[in-house]
């Protein structure tokens, strides 16, 4: 191959750096456009995926994340999505580890370190697509095409569809399985020291497929940087022109040379390739146990269409969407389901159009990479085309259903694809437009400005919930997951009125929402709307009769309204479909005691500690009620059980400290009383109950001055101060007798 193929490449605008130098400037280029994200806080996903994430607690056994899924549960429950990265929670675990907590800070540094790592190892990638294998005389890898490569890694480290990868933490993954596929690819390339394919290495071949064992350890997407390698090896290092290959086979009726393809040895390294993919899946499979994960209508719509034509035309239509977010990444959404692309129900459709001009596009690039006379043309199209299309793949709907309508994250390899047809596109118009090369110097530096741009104001939108949320009514307006996110954000915030706003309009474009239905029920039932919140919550339970908390809700507002028949059994429907369930329990545990049902009372709230000890409510109502009804001594071994669990919780000591001036141990109550002072001096019940000690105890002066300090921290308390005065005017008499 000879260098003056690419005397195309010598035309682009950009400064003529060394290889070192153009990696600083590709990753500082990485750095400056996410830069801003690096404060930002857990949002969207990272919730399920980390804040909530057991795994990544250094108190639960490393071994989990080898057993569980990507969200913290385990791969045999039905419930599980099957995306199993354990190497990716691994890094999170660490991030855990090193901050001491859940601190985002380190989280989205190393997010961006490594979007920047990705980027400058992009160069070689492209050096090595666009000009081959090509050694110097000391065995050093030559970059024949240093300008076009350096161009479409800025493009790659500049693209604006990258910031859910990079700004979202759990983009993660994308980010790991990115860095060992191009690990991967290097290594394979790296089997073929002397550029040919009749000096390869099986050690460099079997070392790739373990990397490729590793992306897929961060993501299920890494499998296909075998198919990459294959091309590679068929095109590039084997130089198979498929356009002969096809027209010999098939209208010539000439077999392939399979002496041929032996002696070159790719026989062997596609068997390779083969075998080791084939394993690679057969594991994946394995470990997912009970099957593939079952997504629902709303999260895939397409996938469910009854008309297989309309299906493969939404699937056509999703494919150009996906196209236009690497064309124009301006229109950028963290969620793309519940309506946000409508359905295409029929021919008439204008969208059909979109799908025309897609496959209009690839057919003209296919049919140019196939049989363009010009070599370096047919090479840069075909790996262009083979980047773009092979990583997507997973997410096409072509293999198994999937879980999303559009999600940029997927698009992160499948970038480095455009970026390549994209710098050849730019480079071969510098070679024809000689004379506008000043105007196309601007017009690259503009649209790397556009993209850096679009980069800094995207990133700036993920790093609160708010701005995320906010940022997509825009995009897609009728996306009720949207509106439903936005209101629960609110209602998080404390702005209650403006939160039901939004999860109406869910309800209104998505009339089966009933994770929607359930949070506004609980916002109307704290407004005391209480007739509306238990419509909204009999629908839910009755659209999904196995949502336990929409259950259990509709038995809190039962109960509120007096039905409690009706309470009883929605809390015990809410058990049945969730059988751990302390809450409920808890609410079922009131319920009784509204009824009398003493008994039943302290069981169900029993059953709440057993199943999380540290439910200081459900021992608290234990402790009143035992109280209330004279079994002090019962009381106060609860009292005593609960403390053992939590040691510092104030209201428990408030309790127990009642109880013990009940049955005279004066002493016992007080250090309890003063230990909650302790934690919460403002307490005024505290204050006065420790008066009301005092005050029995015969302690006046410390009576006196506990009624006075509750007085003052709550001046309406009535029965505080018919205390205080009735131990004024003891103290009075007092005095006057010891006048």
């Known amino acids: 191959m000879v260098s003056s193929e690419f005397h195309w490449d010598h035309q682009i605008p950009l400064p003529k750096l060394g290889p070192s130098h153009s990696r600083i400037v590709v990753g500082l280029v990485a750095l400056i456009c996410f830069i801003n994200s690096y404060d930002g806080e857990f949002v969207f996903d990272d919730s399920e995926a980390i804040v909530n994430n057991k795994d990544l607690h250094p108190s639960t056994p490393l071994n989990n994340i080898w057993k569980n899924d990507f969200w913290g549960s385990n791969l045999s429950s039905n419930s599980s999505h099957k995306s199993y990265r354990p190497l990716t929670v691994l890094t999170f675990r660490l991030n855990y580890l090193l901050a001491g907590g859940l601190h985002p800070v380190g989280f989205h540094v190393l997010n961006i370190g490594l979007h920047s ?8 990638v492209f050096a090595i697509l666009i000009g081959g294998l090509a050694y110097d005389a000391r065995g050093q890898r030559l970059n024949q095409a240093p300008q076009a490569s350096f161009l479409a890694a800025l493009f790659f480290a500049a693209h604006p569809v990258h910031t859910e990868s990079v700004a979202g933490i759990v983009g993660r993954a994308d980010l790991l399985c990115a860095l060992f596929f191009q690990l991967s690819f290097l290594a394979y390339c790296r089997g073929f020291r002397g550029g040919n394919d009749r000096n390869f290495s099986v050690l460099w071949i079997i070392f790739s497929l373990l990397l490729c064992a590793a992306a897929m350890l961060c993501k ?77 209508e709303v999260d895939n719509p397409a996938s469910f269409a009854e008309n297989v034509f309309l299906r493969m035309v939404n699937y056509n239509y999703y494919y150009s969407l996906n196209a236009w977010l690497l064309l124009c990444p301006w229109w950028l959404c963290f969620d793309w389901s519940m309506g946000c692309v409508p359905l295409i129900q029929s021919a008439s459709d204008w969208r059909i159009v979109a799908v025309l001009l897609l496959w209009s596009c690839l057919i003209g690039l296919t049919s140019q990479a196939l049989c363009s006379q010009d070599g370096v043309k047919r090479r840069m199209l075909t790996f262009g085309l083979v980047l773009l299309v092979i990583p997507f793949l997973p997410a096409s709907n072509l293999f198994f259903r999937v879980g999303f309508v559009v999600a940029e994250r997927v698009l992160y390899l499948s970038t480095a694809g455009y970026c390549l047809l994209l710098a050849y596109a730019l480079g071969h118009a510098c070679c024809l437009w000689r004379t506008h090369r000043k105007l196309l110097c601007v ?18 939108q993920w790093r609160t919930e708010q701005s995320l949320f906010t940022s997509a009514l825009s995009v897609c307006p009728l996306n009720a997951k949207v509106h439903y996110n936005v209101g629960k954000n609110l209602a998080d915030r404390g702005n209650q009125s403006a939160a039901i706003k939004y999860y109406r309009e869910a309800v ?64 015990w429907n809410a ?7 302390p809450d409920c329990y808890y609410n079922l545990g009131r319920l009784y005691a509204d009824l009398n049902r003493h008994v039943d009372a302290l069981n169900a709230w029993r059953n709440a500690t057993m199943l999380k000890p540290e439910h200081s409510l459900a021992w608290n109502n234990m ?79 410390l009576a006196k001055k506990h009624y006075e ?16 005065n009735m131990l004024r005017r003891k103290l009075e008499q007092k005095q006057r007798t010891n006048s």
């Open 220 to 296: 299920e997407q890494g499998i296909t940087v075998l198919g990459v390698n294959a091309a590679f090896d068929v095109l590039m290092i084997c130089k198979v022109n498929i356009y002969e290959l096809t027209h010999r086979l098939l209208l010539k009726g000439k077999p392939v040379d399979a002496s041929e393809l032996v002696r070159t040895g790719l026989l062997m390294r596609l068997l390779l390739l083969l075998a080791g993919g084939s394993l690679l899946l057969y594991a994946r499979w394995r470990i997912m146990g009970t099957g593939p994960p079952a997504f629902t």
């Open 443 to 460: 017009g690259v530096l503009a649209l790397l400005c556009v993209y850096v741009g679009r980069c800094a104001q995207r990133s700036l």
């Open 508 to 571: 209104r474009l998505h009339p089966k929402y009933v994770h929607a239905m359930n949070n506004l029920g609980n916002i109307l039932k704290e407004r005391n709307e209480l007739v509306e919140a238990e419509e909204l919550l009999s629908t839910a339970v009755h659209i999904q009769p196995d949502f336990a908390a929409a259950w259990m809700n509709l038995g809190i507002v039962q109960n509120s309204l007096g039905k409690f028949e009706a309470a009883e059994h929605s809390y």
């Open 117 to 124: 790592v990705i980027s400058a190892l992009m160069m070689d």
């Open 709 to 724: 300090q509750a007085l003052k921290l709550d001046p309406a308390a009535a029965g505080t101060r018919e205390n205080y």
């Open 575 to 581: 058990i049945k479909h969730r059988r751990r369930y």
């Open 623 to 701: 402790l009143i009620l035992l109280d209330n009804t004279g079994n002090l001594e019962q009381a106060e071994l609860i009292g005593k059980e609960a403390l053992k669990i939590l040691p510092h919780d104030p209201t428990i000591m408030f309790s127990l400290a009642n109880v013990l001036g009940k049955l005279q141990k004066y002493e016992e109550s007080e250090s309890f009383f003063l230990h909650a002072l302790k934690i919460n001096p403002n307490a005024a019940s505290c204050h006065g109950n420790l008066a009301v000690l005092y005050h029995r105890w015969g302690k006046l002066d």
